[in-house]
């Protein structure tokens, strides 16, 4: 069925419904052609609403109280019926967002320093040819990933970091404090527990390197009972070469280490890069990590993490 509107025409077209119901169901569609077209719709109650018509800018709406007409204004809509007349117009107040008292989303990037110095550090698991001036700091609840059980605090697990450099390499030195060390032997059995690398569920340390218009690149390091370190490549990143070495101190352990990413160049000539420090924290009686602390801000779950961090959330080194 055809409906002429002045205009425009209304189509009544019927289609089958579900299958198996026998029911039938109606679509109204709209249809015009040439040039000033305008269809008037009103959603309301059949028995609200008996007749609808337009005349230049004025909407006429028959009820069961009388006739509305609806105007569109400058600044807003008017209905008037009778002497009655309601003008809609104006700015809504926006709703209300929740906002908790306390959030673990850092909306500001992390920053840092890496100090350059003359010549490589000793890179034996001393501060030896550091510059210490310039200290990055893990040690708040909201850097920590959690599995299971909530941060100890500060005082039983945290990580001090100084990053310095020069024209062949970063150099990072790291502190950890943890009273149990729990380093996980390289002939280790398989834990065969899902994809990731089982150096992961073992003290240590993930870091990272973004570096303008080369890839990210990432590393997995674990000290070795003779004092050396290995490593190993991250998901989603590529290889970061390491050397250097640690030694265990009481109360934790302290980690040297030379960064070679590709393109260490470019981030010299632009003053910056891309970085982050994520320390590993094993327990005693563990098959899994209990956590780790994320230089660049953790919260949430260690969980299905794996050896991954997000590029977007790196921090970032300036390179003074």
Do not use: C
């Not at 015009?32 to 609403?49: E, K």
């Not at 992390?110 to 001036?133: F, K, Q, S, W």
């Not at 490549?233 to 280490?257: F, H, K, Q």
């Amino acid at each position: 069925m055809t409906l002429h509107l002045g205009g425009g025409e209304l189509i009544r077209a019927v289609a089958p419904g579900p299958p198996d119901t026998g029911q039938m169901k109606t679509f109204l569609i709209q249809r015009g052609s040439g040039g000033g077209i305008r269809f008037v719709t009103v959603l309301a109650h059949p028995a609200a609403v008996s007749a609808v018509s337009s005349e230049g800018s004025i909407v006429r709406v028959s009820t069961p109280e009388g006739v509305e007409e609806h105007a569109a204004l400058t600044e807003g809509w008017e209905i008037s019926l009778g002497v009655r007349k309601v003008r809609l117009a104006g700015l809504r107040a926006p709703p209300v967002r929740f906002e908790p008292l306390i959030t673990r989303v850092r909306p500001h990037r992390e920053h840092g320093r890496a100090v350059r110095i003359a010549a490589t550090p000793t890179l034996d698991g001393t501060l030896d040819g550091y510059d210490d001036g310039s200290p990055l700091h893990l040690d708040h609840e909201d850097q920590y990933r959690r599995s299971e059980e909530p941060y100890v605090g500060g005082e039983e697990f945290s990580a001090t970091a100084w990053a310095n450099w020069d024209e062949e390499a970063l150099y990072i030195a790291v502190h950890v404090l943890k009273s149990d060390l729990l380093f996980r032997e390289p002939n280790a059995a398989p834990l065969e527990l899902d994809n990731e690398s089982d150096d992961i569920n073992s003290d240590g340390l993930q870091l990272y390197v973004a570096i303008a218009d080369h890839p990210p690149a990432g590393t997995l390091v674990i000290p070795m009972e003779d004092g050396t370190v290995r490593s190993q490549g991250t998901s989603g990143a590529t290889s970061l070469p390491v050397r250097g070495g640690w030694r265990a101190e009481d109360g934790g352990y302290l980690v040297t280490l030379a960064l070679t990413p590709d393109g260490w160049t470019d981030a010299i000539a632009s003053g910056s890069i891309g970085f982050d420090l994520i320390v590993n924290e094993m327990r005693p009686g563990r098959v899994r990590r209990a956590g780790q602390l994320v230089w660049s801000g953790g919260g949430g779950w260690v969980w299905l993490r794996g050896d991954r961090q997000d590029p977007s959330r790196f921090g970032l080194l300036e390179l003074g």
